[in-house]
């Protein structure tokens, strides 16, 4: 299975007023992690070929992040076909797991309906 | 089951550069409705007693939301025990269901530690 | 001077852990009351015929913004030209000025380029 | 003056539908040079001592950024008091000058009374 590794340091703007991190933020980190392993794989997750928008995430937290705290962002490729892909998600901050999930991308052209991916992103995401 | 109808207009800052709205606002939008009925039935989502965070969340994303879209979310709550109350979420725009899903917040105290909520809480709700 | 008021209640996710509206949120509020005023005068903000990005903002901030605050925000049309349209803003909450500040948009065409803002919308401005 | 560099790439999140970053997005930015700065400073900007909230900030916008942009934050301290102190900040991305503006910030005690910085502070600033 494919995985990637991406770090990310809490900025106070993702902070709630219960001195957190919002846990829709959180569910944004699992995107940074996403878009930085297409583009260092040769795909780009918006162009003028499609795009590649969330069908289905979900998420458990258990731990609360912090301010300043430095995430390590765990993503695996969990199976991919043409018009979707499928990750796992898992963020560690201070030696404990915070949140772990899951997020459902499905390929659409510019006009936003569904279609198949370019065969060589299939080829890029199985390599 | 309790359920409450909260409306909502899609703020152009809620969108992104696919011209819809970003999975993690839609997350937002049903805390949104979370809140103002918690607010309605005389709860405090966060006060010196603890809070609600979310330890679970999960949708799915049925058709794109745009700028200025009148957004109905319809909130129902599906259960609850003194630590913990589930909601369901379903989004209607342009009379289509846009986004459907679950949110599960677990009562904590100031510190962050899982607590019972107050008892007059559990009335209310299951008024 | 054409004034135009938009009410608007701070949500939870708009807090920091400072427990206030964090400051780029509340240059938000003051474009959802722009956005408001121009959909009311019958002028899209963002079209096939281009759009009203920011060119220069200012805030003060007086007092903080604190969830469920309702909000007052007052905009003002300072003055407008071909290209440009400047905005004065006012949030109030609680009976007091909580931020001023302007806003300054220019009108671009699809490809982001300056040009002149359609002839019916100096009208729609002016009237 | 003293200075400051930090880089960060701009996510997908945080443009809006116009294909660009939204303007309070960038306003942001400017907070993530300022926070990474007094963490090398050994100042941390919020704590059980007070905060150092905005109490104005401004901005003119010349170049829009797009999604992926490597942006140069360069921050400079342009003077501070006991009580305040006064940022300038500009954004480079693809070798030209993307926004420029100024952060004021005041010290706050935990109440958020305007109150004076620690004494360490103003020497770790002035250094």
Redesign the interface.
């Known amino acids: 299975m494919k995985t990637y590794l991406y770090h990310h340091s809490v900025?106070?703007?993702d902070?709630?007023?219960?001195?957190?991190v919002?846990?829709?933020?959180i569910?944004?980190y699992a995107?940074?992690a996403e878009?930085a392993f297409l583009?260092e794989l040769g795909i780009l997750?918006?162009s003028k070929s499609g795009?590649l928008?969330?069908?289905?995430?979900?998420?458990?937290?258990?731990r609360?992040l912090?301010?300043?705290d430095d995430i390590a962002i765990e993503l695996s490729l969990i199976k991919f076909s043409p018009r979707s892909i499928h990750w796992g998600f898992q963020l560690t901050a201070n030696d404990e797991i915070s949140a772990k999930g899951k997020l459902i991308t499905a390929h659409v052209d510019v006009n936003?309906n569904p279609s198949e991916m370019p065969t060589q992103w299939q080829s890029l995401l199985g390599e």
């Not at 902070?15 to 957190?20: H, I, K, P, S």
């Not at 928008?53 to 998420?59: G, I």
Request: hydrophobic fraction near 35%.
């Open positions: 900025p106070f703007q902070t709630d007023m219960a001195g957190v919002h846990y829709t933020r569910l944004g995107e940074l878009h583009l997750p918006i795009g928008p969330k069908v289905h995430v979900e998420c458990d937290y258990l609360p912090k301010f300043a936003g």
